[in-house]
């Protein structure tokens, strides 16, 4: 696999994950998701879910098996968001190590290519969820209001990184890569 291929993902959501809808999920038959937590669901700042995110979980829940894999070591905060959310998680998984997503899906007992890895990193979260046929879902960071005003060096630079090599990464846009010809 090429370094285009490991970084494009499947599909680019404009926004937040609370865009990925039940028609998105449906539409690609998806089984599973597999979620990274700090600024996919959370702000790196919150020890907390939001109302917004229990009301996205509960809404996805009966359609897919959902686990929570981060590369952050805190059991004390990644444990209390996995616990807001009664999901199960996984900790300290050092993505793109495939180890912890291996584990999950395990737990899931589902194949790969039946579950999505979500997250809002290229580099992490996008990698990963590529090197093991996963369908890989990039989204927009969720970051807390007084930081919103600085912009993500790290994933600024991923950006960049990516298209140089190859990668169609256009966060501004919704854009799904032609799952027929990977």
Do not use: C
């Not at 597999?34 to 996919?40: A, G, P, Q, R």
């Not at 790969?112 to 997250?119: L, N, S």
């Not at 600085?150 to 846009?173: T, Y």
């Amino acid at each position: 696999m090429n370094w285009n291929q490991l970084l494009q993902p499947d599909l680019i959501l404009e926004d937040s994950i609370l865009n990925l809808t039940p028609e998105i999920i449906q539409q690609y038959e998806l089984k599973g998701l597999v979620l990274d937590v700090d600024e996919t669901l959370v702000p790196v700042t919150v020890a907390f879910a939001s109302n917004e995110l229990l009301d996205w979980v509960n809404q996805i829940r009966p359609l897919v098996k959902i686990w929570l894999v981060s590369n952050n070591i805190s059991e004390n905060r990644i444990g209390s968001i996995a616990r807001s959310l009664n999901l199960p998680y996984y900790l300290g998984a050092v993505k793109p190590s495939r180890r912890k997503i291996k584990q999950a899906l395990e737990q899931m007992d589902l194949p790969a290519h039946q579950v999505a890895m979500v997250g809002d990193r290229l580099f992490t979260d996008i990698i990963v969820g590529n090197r093991l046929g996963m369908f890989s879902v990039l989204v927009e960071p969720i970051i807390h209001p007084d930081a919103a005003m600085r912009s993500h060096p790290i994933r600024n630079f991923e950006v960049l990184i990516s298209e140089i090599l190859g990668a169609s990464i256009s966060p501004k846009k919704r854009r799904v890569k032609n799952l027929d010809n990977p």
